[in-house]
C-alpha cells in the first residue's frame, strides 16, 4: 500500500481505483490549492501526487518528499513542474494528453467568435439598460468567415483541432511552429491563436515586438499558457488600437490580482482557464491521472508520461 496525496477533489470516481488498489489516499480538502508549506508537510511521507497547474513542484518540495516515486499532473502541460530535478531523482511524471483537445479547441473558437462579434459588452449593454433600439452603429465586431487565423502551435493536437473549426468558416490558416517566422505571419493575421507549450523558449513569445509586427485590428486568442504572452505588453497595445480585442483562458498569474493594470484594458475577454472544463473531458483527465499513479507505484512505465523537452534550437 501507498500514501498518495491528491491536491484537489476531481470529478467522476476515479480516485475510487486508488484505494479499490490498497492505496491510501490523502484529498486535500479544500476548493483553493494547498499553501506550498501545507503541500511539503502533506508530501513529507507520500509516494505518489496528484498535482494540479497550480502546484509548484520544485527542488525545494521534492527535497521534502524523500519517498515520493511518482507524480501524476492533471494536465496536458506541466510547466509548473521542475523536469530536470524529477528526472535526477528518477521519478517520473505523467501528464493527461488527447483527452481536452477537443474541449479546448471549442473554447478558443468560442472565444475567437466572442471577442470578434463583440458578445461581452454586448450582452454587458443589455443588462445595464444601454440596449434602446436597433442601432446601425452599435456593437460593430470582425468578420470570421473568411478571415486569415494564424495558429502558433499549429502542429499540435489542440491547434490541429482548431484548424479544423477554422476550415468551417472558410478561414485562411497559417500555422506556425519553432522554425517559422513568426512576426511574417502576424502581419497577415486577422485573428491568431496560441497553443504551444510554455518553456524558456517560449515565455513572452508575444511581446512588444510581435504586437508591433501584428497586422492593425487583430484578435489574440489564448487558450495555452498565460506566460506566453507579455501581459504589459498586450495591456498597452489593446489600449493604443495596435490589437482590436484580446481574449485570454489563461493569464499570468492566475487569477489576475483585482488590480492588476491588464483588467483595465479596453476590448479584453478573461475566463477563469476553463478549456477543458467540460464533465467529459475532466473525468477522463482523471482517470489518466489516475493510470498513470497505479503504474508508477507499481513500478511500471507510464502510460501518458510528460513527453522529453525539445532540445535548444
Known amino acids: 500500500m501507498a500514501h498518495v496525496f491528491v491536491s484537489r477533489a476531481l470529478t467522476g470516481d476515479a480516485l475510487h481505483r486508488l484505494t479499490a488498489a490498497g492505496h491510501d489516499v490523502d484529498l486535500w480538502s479544500g476548493n483553493l490549492p494547498p499553501h506550498p508549506t501545507e503541500l511539503r508537510d502533506r508530501l513529507a511521507h507520500a509516494e505518489g501526487l496528484l498535482a494540479m497547474l497550480t502546484e509548484r513542484v520544485d527542488t525545494a518540495l521534492l527535497d521534502a518528499a524523500p519517498q515520493l516515486k511518482v507524480i501524476a499532473n492533471y494536465a496536458v502541460g506541466f510547466d509548473n513542474i521542475d523536469i530536470e530535478a524529477t528526472n535526477k531523482?528518477?521519478?517520473?511524471v505523467g501528464v493527461t494528453p488527447d483527452v481536452l483537445t477537443d474541449a479546448t479547441a471549442d473554447l478558443a473558437f468560442a472565444l475567437l467568435l466572442a471577442a470578434a462579434r463583440r458578445l461581452a459588452p454586448a450582452e454587458a449593454a443589455v443588462r445595464q439598460g444601454r440596449w434602446r433600439t436597433f442601432e446601425p452603429q452599435g456593437w460593430l465586431g470582425a468578420d470570421v468567415h473568411g478571415a486569415t487565423l494564424v495558429i502558433v502551435g499549429g502542429s499540435g493536437r489542440i491547434g490541429q483541432a482548431v484548424a479544423r473549426r477554422a476550415r468551417g468558416f472558410d478561414m485562411s490558416i497559417i500555422s506556425i511552429g519553432r522554425d517559422d517566422d513568426l512576426h511574417q505571419a502576424l502581419q497577415q493575421a486577422d485573428f491568431v491563436s496560441l497553443h504551444t507549450p510554455l518553456?524558456?523558449?517560449?515565455?513572452?513569445?508575444?511581446?512588444?515586438?510581435?504586437?508591433n509586427a501584428i497586422k492593425p485590428g487583430a484578435i489574440l486568442v489564448n487558450t495555452g499558457r498565460g506566460g506566453l504572452v507579455d501581459q504589459i505588453a498586450l495591456a498597452a497595445a489593446l489600449r493604443d488600437g495596435r490589437l482590436a480585442a484580446a481574449a485570454l483562458d489563461v493569464t499570468d498569474p492566475e487569477p489576475l490580482p483585482a488590480?492588476?493594470?491588464?483588467?483595465?484594458?479596453?476590448?479584453?475577454l478573461v475566463v477563469p482557464h476553463i478549456g477543458s472544463a467540460t464533465?467529459?473531458?475532466?473525468?477522463?483527465?482523471?482517470?489518466m491521472a489516475v493510470d498513470?499513479?497505479?503504474?508508477?507505484?507499481?513500478?511500471d512505465p507510464l502510460p501518458h508520461p510528460a513527453p522529453a523537452p525539445a532540445p535548444p534550437k
Open 89 to 92: 531523482r528518477g521519478i517520473p
Open 199 to 211: 518553456t524558456s523558449l517560449t515565455r513572452h513569445l508575444i511581446d512588444d515586438a510581435a504586437l
Open 259 to 268: 488590480d492588476d493594470p491588464l483588467l483595465s484594458a479596453p476590448n479584453l
Open 279 to 287: 464533465h467529459t473531458a475532466r473525468n477522463r483527465m482523471a482517470h
Open 292 to 299: 498513470n499513479l497505479l503504474a508508477g507505484l507499481a513500478g
